[in-house]
């Protein structure tokens, strides 16, 4: 059946074959693996993305609590000095935000700041205008430093219009009051939220925009979901915790004595009758957030006293407010190996952080893009600031190492066996046709001495032969008998070893009885070829070997090389034996054309011939150089064949018995 399939292949046919085969198993293989390897990247995927669901909450949670603590801080607090106590015990002492060096949980704080109902700055750094900044125990020294940092304030607040700086007795002017103060002063603080003019003044500071960014969301469902989740618990912390209006009762000196109280201490100031407490009522608003045209962080809340409204609040220095609030959790977790976190502000890019600190992102928005691991806005006040997780690279992780291995091993497994395949096919292809050559030279080299031995019967059975030309044909028939029990041999012999139905039977032997054996059996062969035997060597010793295999060997030496020095100018056979160390070799030498290099190892190939079936001109059938290494081989001996200057020596070894 097998030889029927492979009767019409030839080597393209068998490579197409193979091929359509190798893609029928390698497009499901390679589709199993990019399913497996989606997979394991899908689920990476959510772990980190869950992962900076929790880091978002962290940081979103440290905000909210510094925020609720700043909102918790009286109105009085923005003052120089405020009441300690009962109010009625006249007793004062210095706001706790007017400590120097300003220390805040709060990253990048520069100062805190109150802007009245004129626009006018005032900070809980210095005390009134008329008060001595030594009586509350504050260094000339110190009191400049104090000042530069309120004129810092001042200046960043002017620059962003949210003061006025307009001297008394010009505000009494008619031209001052004409003045369109929409944007200077408290009125500007109402304009912050204003988007598109926010937009305007932040776009330049930003590194991008959202919209240029191009970020893939490879899992969208997933991303919304918990979205929603999260922004549902900011709402719920906005609610509970940021958004809510109170009213509180305060108490503020309206003047004090001019005598100095450097005595009583530097924090607090000694009860006074000259020291007027007023008690009031506030209404506060819950704190709101912006960035200013300046590049810094404002927050800032509404309070309304006696009719007239107050602005409270704190500059931040974005970059140190960002960095430590945001970055540096950020930097603490493997969220951070495998994206770009990237803080938003309005639709605008404030700073992109990552592990890769060498990314110039200002100058290359490239480094911008990738996966959209996650993005979510903060709680209230911060809501218009946005976190997004950029991703670069997902590790593959133990999983995605294995289907890589897998992969790899897949991949070469089908290649090896493609190769394998292709390389057994063609040995099949060629064992096909050396069979049927086999059949083919079978045929030929059974009829042609049958046909022989008939014809030469019938002329002796019908008497046509002469006296002198009998014994002729006798001779004739007796050599294709000879010829044809050789080639019955060779085919039984090679049916019975493909089977392992016969095995050799070893038995000691001496090689002067071997010599003697093969002699008796190819000397008539070699004379009727019209060849001269030339046996030389005298080894004493004894073989372990089957002498029948060991004769058939010798035979098939023999004629091998009588058919291939059929043209030679020797005619002439050698069969040498001699002693090789503990082995004896027996060497068939003939004077021929030789055996081509590149065929060397090929000869003792089942079925192979060297010459071509349409042209050769040599009889034969290809297994008789077959048979003589499996059969040697099978006695433990070997088979060897070297050219020598003129013709080919074939030699079989086998080990001598030790005495």
Known sequence: ?????????????????????????????????????????????????????????????????????????????????????????????????????????????????????NGQLQTPLLPKQGEKAGDYGISPEELKQRFALQEQIKMILLDNHLVDNTPQEERDQDSYQKLDKTYQGQAAFDKLDDKVRAKKLNKNKSLAQVEELELSSPYPAKMVKQEQFFGELSEQKSQQAMRKMRVEKNALPQTMAKESAADVGI??????????????????????????????????????????????????????????????????????????????????????????????????????????LYQTRLSAPLGDLQLLFSVTQLPIGAGGNMIIWLAVILSILLCVGFYWMYRLGLGQIKLVNQQQDFVSSVSHELKTPLTSIRMYGELLKEGWATEDKKQVYYNYIFDESERLSRLINNVLQLARMTRNEQQSDPKQVTVAELMDIVQS???????????????????????????????????????????????????????????????????????????????????????????????????????????????????????????????????????LLMK
């Open 1 to 117: 059946m097998l030889a029927n399939v492979l009767t019409g292949l030839d080597k393209n046919k068998l490579r197409r074959v193979l091929l359509i085969f190798f893609i029928a198993l390698a497009l499901p293989t390679a589709l199993l693996i990019h399913q497996s390897s989606k997979q394991l990247k899908w689920q990476a995927f959510h772990q980190y993305q869950n992962r900076a669901v929790e880091l978002v909450g962290r940081i979103d949670s440290q905000i909210s609590k510094l925020i609720a603590d700043e909102a918790l801080r009286p109105f009085t607090d923005y003052s120089f000095l405020n009441v300690a106590g009962d109010p009625s015990a006249n007793f004062l002492q210095r706001s706790p935000l007017s400590n120097y060096p300003i220390t805040s949980e709060i990253a990048g704080l520069i100062g805190y700041f109150q802007v009245d109902a």
């Open 521 to 655: 059996k190819i000397s008539s062969q070699v004379e009727r070829a019209g060849f001269t035997l030339n046996m030389t060597g005298k080894v004493d010793g004894t073989l372990i070997i089957d002498s029948d295999w060991f004769s058939q060997i010798i035979i098939n030496l023999v004629d091998n090389a009588l058919k291939f020095s059929t043209n030679a100018d020797k005619k002439q056979i050698e069969l040498h034996c001699q002693k090789v160390k503990d082995h004896v070799q027996f060497s068939v030498r003939d004077y021929g054309m030789g055996i081509d290099k590149k065929q060397m190892q090929q000869i003792f190939k089942l079925f192979y011939r060297s010459e071509d079936e349409l042209t050769r001109e040599t009889v034969g059938t290809g297994i008789g150089l077959a048979l003589v290494q499996q059969m040697t081989l099978a006695m433990k001996g070997k088979v060897t064949v070297v050219n020598q200057a003129i013709g080919t020596e074939f030699s079989v070894i086998f080990p």
């Open 267 to 372: 924090d607090q100031v000694s009860a006074n009758k000259d020291i007027r407490i007023n008690t009031f009522e506030s209404i506060i608003d819950p704190f709101e957030f912006n960035q200013l045209a300046s590049g810094h962080f404002v927050l800032f809340r509404k309070v309304w006293l006696n009719d007239q409204r107050y602005i409270q609040g704190v500059l931040i220095e974005s970059a140190a407010f960002l960095d430590q609030t945001i970055n540096q959790p950020f930097q603490h977790t493997d969220v951070a190996t495998i994206s770009h976190l990237l803080v938003v502000y309005q639709d605008n890019v404030l700073n992109a952080f990552s592990q890769q600190a060498a990314n110039n992102y200002s100058s290359n928005r490239q480094g911008l893009k990738g996966e959209l």
